[in-house]
């Protein structure tokens, strides 16, 4: 099994600030299987990033993902209000087994 | 646009099974996986298992013992069961779909299940 480690756990920020969230996994993982998700206090995760570096719908141009092999970066630059959240990395491998990452929270510092 | 809505006991007693119902709207359920993910309060993340159109299941090896899954076609909706439940299964339970983007997307908004006598 695959275990993904985000780091830091917490991350203090202003609005306006870029933010830079790490995920190292124990393996290789195929880009195409590195996904990220921000969750609100009270809500489910919501799809950000899949496929390492694809934003979902929706999602603004200010979140981007990079990385491959084992270390893979969400970034958000410029840093709105509503972007303070706990962020997760989620990988994909076979046989089939989805592995999270421990969260890194994104507070207002 | 896809929805998902979980439903079932908020509570079950220990030693007893937990069912949960995710029911689909929006779409037919006639493609890709859908999942069942767990989240204890305070905490991260847990896959417990998926089921496809075909009926194929593929669940965590953590679980895989005491984990079952359906899907009714007719009905839109997939069901989650969960046998021999302690406390340490006490979370938010989440359906989801994976649109074969090794992701999920959308998510259900989850349903709390607590075990306790």
């Known amino acids: 099994e695959i275990v993904l480690t985000q780091s830091p756990g917490t991350l203090s920020l202003s609005p306006g600030e870029r933010a830079t969230l790490s995920c190292r996994a124990s393996q290789s993982v195929s880009s195409s299987d590195l996904v990220w998700y921000q969750q609100k206090p009270g809500q489910a995760p919501r799809l950000l990033i899949y496929?390492?570096?694809s934003r979902a719908t929706g999602i603004p141009d200010r979140f981007s993902g990079s990385g491959s092999g084992t270390d893979f970066t969400l970034t958000i630059t410029r840093l709105e209000p509503e972007d303070f959240a706990v962020y997760y990395c989620q990988q994909y491998e076979r046989p089939p087994l989805y592995t999270f990452g421990q969260g890194t929270k994104l507070e207002i510092k | 646009q896809v929805q998902l809505q979980e439903s079932g006991p908020g509570l079950v007693k220990p030693s007893e099974t937990l069912s949960l119902t995710c029911t689909v709207s929006?779409?037919?359920?006639?493609?890709?996986?859908w999942n069942w993910i767990r989240q204890p309060a305070g905490r991260g993340l847990e896959w417990i298992g998926r089921i496809n159109t075909s009926g194929s299941t593929n669940f965590n090896p953590s679980l895989k013992s005491r984990v079952t899954m359906s899907l009714d076609m007719s009905k839109n909706q997939f069901s989650l069961r969960l046998s021999s439940v302690t406390a340490a299964d006490t979370a938010m339970y989440y359906c989801a779909r994976d649109p074969f983007r090794s992701s999920f997307d959308p998510w259900g908004q989850g349903t709390l299940v607590t075990v306790s006598s």
């Open positions: 929006g779409d037919s359920i006639t493609d890709y996986y």
């Open positions: 496929g390492a570096s």
